[in-house]
């Protein structure tokens, strides 16, 4: 039963990362094999949102499910605690470097962190993206100790 549990969590961060690098390919191309996908900024951004808060919620409800049951051992239940602590903090940096990019004059983004690497994807709102735009959203990302250019993905969308 505890493998069990052990699988669907994982399944379920296989997923959220297929759908994410799904997102990135198709927001970036602006199509899916032959299939064009119109996307306007607005609603990307609020989509983008929405399917992190739901990925996320799930994967908590799934963790505090492996923490309360009672067949779980310990070193079960602590590997879920620490994963628990992780998206926790993931999800605050996330809102942070919105919000910091965003006080820079930026009219929207949306920040997607990996759990087990230091990627960091900023899609921000912008019809054109200059080099000085992405120096500061790269400055911001390393002021706030997160992660280094190399790991930074930025993609405008406007």
Do not use: H, W
């Not at 759990?115 to 911001?140: C, G, H, P």
């Amino acid at each position: 039963m505890t493998k069990k549990k052990k699988i669907i969590v994982l399944a379920s961060m296989v997923a959220l990362l297929a759908v994410t690098a799904v997102f990135n390919f198709v927001f970036t191309n602006g199509t899916l094999g032959n299939i064009d996908l119109p996307v306007t900024a607005n609603s990307y951004f609020a989509e983008m949102r929405a399917e992190r808060v739901s990925s996320r919620s799930e994967s908590l409800t799934q963790l505090d499910a492996i923490i309360n049951a009672s067949e779980v051992s310990s070193s079960e239940r602590s590997d879920a605690l620490k994963l628990k602590t992780q998206l926790t903090a993931i999800t605050e940096q996330e809102m942070l470097l919105e919000t910091l990019i965003k006080a820079y004059g930026f009219e929207d983004c949306v920040v997607t962190m990996g759990v087990n690497s230091s990627n960091v994807n900023v899609m921000v709102k912008t019809s054109d993206l200059t080099q000085e735009d992405a120096i500061l959203i790269y400055s911001i990302i390393e002021e706030e100790q997160i992660s280094t250019f190399e790991n930074v993905n930025i993609i405008p969308i406007s």
